[in-house]
């Protein structure tokens, strides 16, 4: 042991001599090369820290929180997108300093949801959801479909009067409960079958009077004559002619049933519908 240490020892004293006799230039390069991981992790460790402070210091709840699916946020789209959190915000007449508005665009999920990207867009949305912290999901119909397939969402006439739900009477989108209880198999080529066979029906998610338990889970925007149609986040649904259950694809918002006051979505809405409603 106490051979190690002179050894150990003698070491150290010969490191300490040959660097007291290093230029200044040749102590910084010394250090850099024998160092520069542990600064580069001591830096980032700082980062986080701070940036976790500021953040905790400045964090303010969410009065609204809609997360917009796959939205295309290119050019003048983002610019109109990014304004409608203030705007928002002065239409509901919320309180910018006790809350805070985020009509969030960053979110995108590919069709076949596989890669890490997707994986942890859909962990931050479940994990949100279950805190109650997202008030609204913007998607096409079939991503919109497959959360509501998963009983994601309020069923709107449950929620909402006749009168408050007038001026979008028109716009419902149902889903078929009964589809809910269906058994897709216990293997997995039985649910894929199930699936794909979900995929191929004929559905018209307008029409109630089609299916056997219907459910307003949502509603349809249109691409044109609000706020969010007109913004063009959208428009590339249209224009590549997407379809879903033998119909066209359309802009759809929901509520998730984590939401405790869904009434704020709805003032939303009329936000975005304001003057065409």
């Given at each position: 042991m106490s051979s190690h240490n002179s050894v150990v020892?003698?070491?150290?004293?010969?490191?300490?001599?040959?660097?007291?006799?290093?230029?200044?230039?040749?102590?910084?390069a010394y250090?850099?090369?024998?160092?520069?991981?542990?600064?580069?992790?001591?830096?980032?460790?700082?980062?986080?820290?701070?940036?976790?402070?500021?953040?905790?210091?400045?964090?303010?709840?969410?009065?609204?929180?809609?997360?917009?699916?796959?939205?295309?946020?290119?050019?003048d789209h983002a610019v109109t997108a990014a304004a409608w959190d203030e705007a928002f915000m002065e239409y509901a007449g919320i309180d910018p300093e006790a809350y805070q508005v985020n009509i969030d665009?960053?979110?995108?999920?590919?069709?076949d949801g596989g890669s890490?990207?997707?994986?942890?867009?859909?962990?931050?949305?479940?994990?949100?959801?279950?805190a109650g912290d997202i008030h609204a999901i913007v998607a096409d119909t079939e991503t919109f479909e497959g959360y509501a397939r998963l009983e994601y969402f309020y069923d709107l006439n449950t929620v909402f009067t006749e009168e408050e739900l007038?001026?979008?009477?028109?716009?419902?989108?149902?889903?078929?409960?009964?589809?809910?209880?269906?058994?897709?198999?216990?293997?997995?080529?039985?649910?894929?079958?199930?699936?794909?066979a979900v995929y191929n029906s004929v559905i018209d998610h307008s029409n109630p009077s089609s299916m056997e338990k219907p459910a307003a889970v949502g509603i349809r925007i249109p691409q044109a004559g609000n706020k969010l149609g007109d913004s063009g986040c959208y428009d590339y649904i249209a224009e590549r002619g997407y379809t879903f259950q033998g119909y066209p694809s359309e802009i759809v918002i929901g509520i998730p049933l984590s939401v405790e006051s869904p009434k704020i979505t709805l003032q939303f809405l009329?936000?975005?519908?304001?003057?065409?409603t």
């Amino acid at each position: 042991m106490s051979s190690h240490n002179s050894v150990v020892e003698e070491i150290r004293a010969q490191q300490k001599k040959a660097f007291a006799a290093m230029t200044p230039k040749e102590k910084l390069a010394y250090f850099w090369d024998y160092y520069k991981v542990h600064t580069i992790a001591a830096v980032i460790v700082v980062v986080f820290v701070i940036s976790f402070i500021n953040s905790y210091r400045s964090n303010k709840p969410f009065a609204f929180y809609a997360i917009l699916l796959n939205a295309d946020t290119s050019g003048d789209h983002a610019v109109t997108a990014a304004a409608w959190d203030e705007a928002f915000m002065e239409y509901a007449g919320i309180d910018p300093e006790a809350y805070q508005v985020n009509i969030d665009t960053s979110v995108s999920i590919s069709a076949d949801g596989g890669s890490q990207y997707d994986v942890a867009n859909r962990q931050k949305m479940a994990a949100m959801m279950q805190a109650g912290d997202i008030h609204a999901i913007v998607a096409d119909t079939e991503t919109f479909e497959g959360y509501a397939r998963l009983e994601y969402f309020y069923d709107l006439n449950t929620v909402f009067t006749e009168e408050e739900l007038a001026p979008y009477a028109d716009l419902l989108y149902y889903t078929d409960g009964a589809a809910f209880d269906e058994d897709t198999g216990d293997t997995l080529e039985d649910m894929e079958a199930a699936q794909e066979a979900v995929y191929n029906s004929v559905i018209d998610h307008s029409n109630p009077s089609s299916m056997e338990k219907p459910a307003a889970v949502g509603i349809r925007i249109p691409q044109a004559g609000n706020k969010l149609g007109d913004s063009g986040c959208y428009d590339y649904i249209a224009e590549r002619g997407y379809t879903f259950q033998g119909y066209p694809s359309e802009i759809v918002i929901g509520i998730p049933l984590s939401v405790e006051s869904p009434k704020i979505t709805l003032q939303f809405l009329d936000y975005l519908f304001e003057d065409n409603t």
